[in-house]
């Protein structure tokens, strides 16, 4: 089943692999296609950075979903928390 090309071992790569070439995923959706689920089947992790500070937080959430950022705010007690890229 797997590939000798892919350095994953599976022929599968979802994200980027030089190696066997594959694209890169970037969305839930994309993921869920390749893995043949749909996006309410799937969890995402998104990392967020409060106020400039040097440390993360993580927030997994449902695939289909999106995090409303003025509750994670509140949570936080943070005026700005940034999406990481």
């Known amino acids: 089943m797997g590939s000798s090309s892919c350095s994953t ?3 599968r790569c979802i994200t980027s692999c030089r ?8 969305s839930i959706e994309d993921v ?4 043949n ?4 089947k799937t ?5 967020y950075q409060a106020d400039g500070a040097e440390k993360y937080i993580a ?5 289909d979903l999106t995090v409303n ?3 994670l705010r509140t949570i936080l007690g943070a005026k700005n928390p940034d999406y990481s890229r």
């Open 43 to 47: 969890v995402k992790m998104l990392l």
């Open 59 to 63: 927030v997994c959430i449902r695939g």
């Open 69 to 71: 950022e003025i509750k």
């Open 32 to 35: 869920a296609a390749f893995l």
């Open 19 to 26: 190696s066997c070439n594959a694209r890169v995923s970037k």
């Open 37 to 40: 689920v749909p996006p309410e």
């Open 9 to 11: 071992g599976t022929g």
